[in-house]
């Protein structure tokens, strides 16, 4: 199974971009890379995801190295709503389906 | 649309009490699954369900039950609630079991005394 390693903490100030780095070095070729954050005492939000190719949507934009060992999740302009953990996730494929492992994340901590 | 709903919100049971946690979505959703998080750590997968009628294994799932309910509805139960079943359950649900995102509901914050 594919592991993630992820800084356990970050600072970003207000209106400036945002950067959270990922490691996946032992990700296979069919494995995407998901991204999700959650905002104190609330369920999960899901960002984005990808395989290869970068990827942008209205939340953020997800780059991915071209050997798929590490990628970037970057918020363009963080607001101080963007306060959350933020989870890196590699798809686990399994005989019957697919699970999601959600390790302890990066804290973002957007300051004013 | 609500999404995914969990009922109760919190709960505070005694040790060797039951209860089963609820959770609907009306989505019309395939995939539904349970989680647990405990303080300052993420996600572990309990219980899933890839379709209506099925039920699987996640990464801990010894002293916890699941049902099927119907398609829009998978309860956990603990039947015999210990305190290392202290924690936050979020349910989630996801069109298709084969990675699609997965859209959680608010949680049920369990305290086992």
């Known amino acids: 199974d594919a592991k993630t390693t992820q800084p356990p903490s970050m600072d970003c100030a207000e209106g400036r971009a945002a950067n959270l780095p990922c490691n996946h070095s032992?990700?296979?070729?069919?494995?995407?890379v998901y991204w999700y954050r959650q905002i104190h005492s609330q369920g999960p939000q899901y960002i984005i995801h990808g395989l290869k190719n970068n990827e942008t949507n209205e939340m953020a934009s997800l780059i991915i190295t071209e050997d798929r060992k590490s990628s970037t999740l970057i918020l363009p302009h963080a607001t101080l709503r963007d306060t959350a953990v933020y989870y890196c996730?590699?798809?686990?494929?399994?005989?019957?389906?697919?699970?999601?492992?959600f390790g302890p994340g990066t804290r973002l901590s957007v300051l004013p | 649309n609500a999404g995914v709903t969990q009922t109760p919100k919190f709960q505070v049971l005694k040790t060797g009490q039951s209860m089963t946690l609820q959770c609907a979505q009306d989505?019309?959703?395939?995939?539904m699954y349970w989680y647990r998080q405990d303080p300052g750590m993420g996600l572990r997968l309990i219980y899933y369900s890839a379709s209506e009628g099925t039920t699987d294994k996640g990464e801990v799932p010894n002293g916890y039950n699941v049902s099927r309910l119907n398609k829009r509805e998978f309860s956990l139960r603990l039947e015999s609630a210990a305190p290392s079943q202290t924690s936050v359950y979020f349910c989630?649900?996801?069109?298709?079991?084969?990675?699609?995102?997965?859209?959680f509901g608010p949680g049920t914050r369990l305290t086992v005394l």
């Open positions: 032992t990700i296979s070729g069919n494995e995407y």
């Open positions: 989505m019309n959703h395939n995939s």
């Open positions: 996730i590699v798809r686990i494929r399994d005989n019957y389906g697919q699970n999601f492992v």
């Open positions: 989630a649900s996801s069109l298709e079991i084969q990675g699609y995102e997965q859209f």
